[in-house]
């Protein structure tokens, strides 16, 4: 049974950054299209950003330019460092396969305000 952990979120102003951390047991993340999700309350689970087994990224309109996914294949982590962030991307944040999903992490919630 694979297990996600996320990490890295808090509290942070308008314009602020946070880098938040996907773990895995019981699989190896890069054979994988991985994608970190986010959902603000009332709000539909959506994806923001993926990556993909050979390292090539995409993104959501919403955060690209200031978002960036990353893979540390030795570490079997993957990344979302989040630049420039703003009260709408307030939302608990959590990674998956995008393909053929495990089962949901607990998450990390990201909270943007002044």
């Known amino acids: 049974q694979v297990q996600l952990v996320e990490s890295g979120g808090g509290l942070v102003q308008p314009g602020g950054s946070l880098r938040l951390s996907c773990a895995a047991s019981g699989s190896i993340l890069w054979f994988d299209t991985i994608g970190w999700y986010r959902q603000a309350p009332d709000n539909e689970r959506e994806l923001v950003a993926r990556i993909d087994a050979s390292g090539n990224p995409d993104y959501a309109d919403s955060v690209k330019g200031r978002f960036t996914i990353s893979r540390d294949n030795a570490k079997n982590l993957v990344y979302l460092q989040m630049n420039g962030l703003k009260p709408d991307d307030t939302a608990v944040y959590y990674c998956?396969?995008?393909?053929?999903?495990?089962?949901w992490g607990q998450g990390t919630q990201v909270t943007v305000s002044s």
């Open positions: 998956n396969r995008v393909f053929r999903q495990w089962t």
